[in-house]
């Protein structure tokens, strides 16, 4: 295995500790070393792509993992900010909802011998939830900040959404029916 996707399983492994310091109570040491977790889990995600296309090691697992690791931290701690109240439950759905189809969807094209890695809107779209998800785990009171959390929600779930419609559009052609001319 090589360093990107070792990078990648690392994040994963991070996944059960953030949530853990996240949702326990804890108090402010808990957020603090929930953002420290996060912040180092998703600088492995910038890390292992930076690594693996530099030096080449581009692989399928890592084209299938790394996506599933973003979802996988993302997607908990949508789940642990809506359960704080940091979130509403109905950007929560939309976020995961979208990873559910994406991931249905990458199955499809599997079992056809495609693998379709993450596209630029998906990028930015990770990369907005990062943003957010720092912001809700800070959560300050001053109403600038508020305001802050505000935007990067709505930027993070539009991004989802917009996202979402570019991945279908591009891929199409792997829900056609072998039968179907493309």
Not at 31 to 56: M, P
Not at 90 to 110: D, M, N, P
Not at 143 to 167: H, K, M, N, R
Request: hydrophobic share 55%; charged share 15%; aromatic share 10%.
């Amino acid at each position: 295995m090589n360093l990107p996707n070792r990078l990648t399983m690392l994040r994963v492994v991070m996944v059960p500790f953030f949530v853990f310091f996240l949702l326990a109570d804890l108090g402010e040491t808990g957020d603090i070393i929930a953002l420290a977790l996060f912040c180092v889990a998703s600088l492995t995600d910038l890390l292992d792509g930076y690594i693996a296309r530099k030096y080449n090691l581009v692989t399928n697992f890592g084209k299938f993992m790394d996506p599933l690791a973003d979802k996988l931290l993302v997607g908990s701690a949508a789940i642990c900010l809506t359960a704080m109240d940091r979130l509403p439950a109905w950007v929560t759905v939309i976020l995961i909802g979208r990873e559910f189809v994406i991931s249905g969807f990458r199955l499809v094209a599997a079992e056809r011998g495609v693998v379709i890695a993450a596209s630029y809107w998906g990028k930015f779209k990770t990369t907005f939830q990062m943003f957010m998800t720092i912001a809700l785990i800070l959560h300050l009171q001053a109403s600038g900040w508020q305001i802050l959390e505000q935007a990067l929600i709505w930027i993070s779930t539009i991004l989802t959404i917009v996202s979402l419609i570019d991945y279908l559009v591009k891929n199409r052609g792997v829900l056609k029916d072998e039968g179907e001319s493309q």
